[in-house]
């Protein structure tokens, strides 16, 4: 079996799955004449027709060793780049300042949904003269703060540096600052 890797698009590729890129058929050229004729027709190469691997130009052949170990390195976050005309591990690239900003984003939205939700349960009991989850002074701090994690997109260094709101005291519902 021979594995080999696409420097030109990237992916693994194995003869035993893709079909090697010859395959030995009969000679079409050959007839059996005098003492050869119970003999075997003799064999010669072809292109397979349903040999499914890149351009040979674009893969290289890897040893079996390789070839996991280069597996092994993707699962464990290593990326696969060509170096000298052969692949090798990488570190991934650092995030870029929007993929920080996305991920920052995404710890405020799940700090604030427990807190919309808790907000707006409490207009809608105080609407509807219910009897209320929080006093008015609860809701009020839950408000300031839902409203310090909307601004903190807007502080100055962000996403370089992040001053996360302190969560007021009112219960366990309440989630804690993240860790930055």
């Known amino acids: ?27 079409p050229d050959w007839t059996p004449g005098g003492d050869d004729t119970l ?7 072809q292109a397979n027709p349903h040999c499914t691997l890149p351009p040979a130009g674009d893969l290289v052949v890897l040893s079996e060793d390789t070839y996991h170990a280069l597996l092994e390195g993707q699962s464990r976050g290593k990326r696969i780049v060509v170096r000298d005309g052969a692949p090798t591990l990488a570190d991934p690239p650092p995030p870029t300042i929007e993929q920080i900003a996305a991920r920052l984003r995404a710890q405020r939205d799940a ?11 409490h207009v809608l009991q105080t609407t509807y003269a219910q009897p209320t989850t929080l006093t008015d002074a609860e809701a009020s701090a839950l408000a300031a703060y839902a409203q310090a994690l909307r601004d903190v997109p807007q502080q100055p260094n962000f996403p370089h540096t992040v ?10 519902a309440i989630p804690a ?4």
Do not use: K, N, S
């Open 163 to 172: 001053v996360w709101p302190d969560a007021p005291a009112l219960t366990d």
């Open 111 to 121: 700090l604030l949904a427990p807190i919309t939700d808790a907000l707006q349960r």
């Open 39 to 45: 003999a075997a027709p003799p064999r010669v190469e």
């Open 177 to 180: 600052t993240p860790e930055v």
């Open 1 to 27: 079996m021979a594995y080999f890797y696409d420097i030109a698009h990237g992916g693994f590729y194995c003869d035993a799955v893709h079909g090697p890129r010859t395959i030995p058929v009969r000679d």
